[in-house]
C-alpha cells in the first residue's frame, strides 16, 4: 500500500525566505506525486505533479519539486516566499497500476510572516 | 476552465437526518471522488467511482453510501447523519489517464448538531 508522509505540520518562514516542504512516500512502484495547496475556505488546487518524466518539476506560483527515488522524497521549494503564499500544503501520491485515485499527506500549514 | 461544483458551502443539520451533499463536473471526466477533510488528518477518500452506476469504497466509507446516475453528477449521502461527520466535505473529479491530478470542487462544510 502507498503513503504519504508530511514532515512538520506547521512551516513559518520569512517573507522573501526559502520555503521548503516536506514530503515523503512509501510506494511498491514508481509513483506518481503531486503538490496541492488549499486557501482558506477554498478547494484543492494542483501545483505540479511528478510523472516520471523529468525529475525536476516546475509548477505554477514559482513552486518546483524534485524527485529523489533513492530517498523516496518529492520535497516542494520556492526561493522567495511571498504574504500570498500562505495556505495549506499537500502532498499526493497515486500508485500506476491503480485506478484508485490519490492518498494524501496531512498537510502542512505555511505562514509567511512580514 | 474546469470546474466541478459542490450545492452547498455551509450545511447544517440535525443527528439522524438523511443528507445529501451534490457535485457536479463539467468536465466529462469518468472518475469522481469524495473525500473528508479532518484538521491534522489530510483527506480521507470515501467513496469513488470510475463510470456510472459503478463505485468503490475508499478508506472510511462506514456510515455514507453514494450514487452515480449521471456521468456529471456524484452524490454523497449521510444515511443517519452523526456528530461525527461534521466535517469539510471535497469532491474531486479527474480522466481516466493515471498520470492526472484531480480536480476539486470547493467544499462543503458540514455541521451535525
Known amino acids: 500500500a502507498q503513503s504519504v508522509t508530511q514532515l512538520g505540520s506547521h512551516v513559518s518562514v520569512s517573507e522573501g525566505a526559502l520555503v521548503l516542504l516536506r514530503c515523503n512516500y512509501s510506494?511498491?512502484?514508481?509513483?506518481?506525486l503531486f503538490w496541492y495547496v488549499q486557501y482558506p475556505n477554498q478547494g484543492l488546487q494542483l501545483l505540479l505533479k511528478y510523472t516520471s518524466a523529468a525529475t525536476l518539476v516546475k509548477g505554477i506560483n514559482g513552486f518546483e519539486a524534485e524527485f529523489k527515488k533513492s530517498e523516496t522524497s518529492f520535497h516542494l521549494t520556492k526561493p522567495s516566499a511571498h504574504m500570498s503564499d500562505a495556505a495549506e500544503y499537500f502532498c499526493a501520491v497515486r500508485d500506476p497500476r491503480s485506478a484508485r485515485q490519490l492518498t494524501f499527506g496531512s498537510g502542512t500549514q505555511l505562514t509567511v510572516l512580514p | 476552465d474546469v470546474k466541478v461544483t459542490q450545492s452547498s458551502r455551509y450545511l447544517v443539520k440535525r443527528t439522524g437526518e438523511k443528507v445529501f451533499l451534490e457535485c457536479v463536473q463539467d468536465?466529462?471526466?469518468?472518475?469522481m471522488f469524495w473525500y473528508r477533510q479532518d484538521p491534522g488528518l489530510g483527506l480521507r477518500l470515501i467513496y469513488f467511482?470510475?463510470?456510472?452506476?459503478?463505485?468503490e469504497k475508499g478508506d472510511i466509507p462506514e456510515g455514507y453510501s453514494v450514487s452515480r446516475e449521471k456521468k456529471e453528477r456524484f452524490s454523497l449521502i449521510l444515511e443517519s447523519a452523526s456528530t461525527n461527520q461534521t466535517s469539510m466535505y471535497l469532491c474531486?473529479?479527474?480522466?481516466?489517464?493515471?498520470?492526472?491530478?484531480?480536480?476539486f470542487g470547493q467544499g462543503t462544510r458540514l455541521t451535525v448538531v
Open positions: 468536465m466529462d471526466h469518468e472518475n
Open positions: 474531486a473529479s479527474s480522466p481516466p489517464g493515471l498520470s492526472g491530478g484531480a480536480f
Open positions: 510506494s511498491s512502484v514508481p509513483p506518481y
Open positions: 467511482s470510475y463510470d456510472v452506476k459503478m463505485k
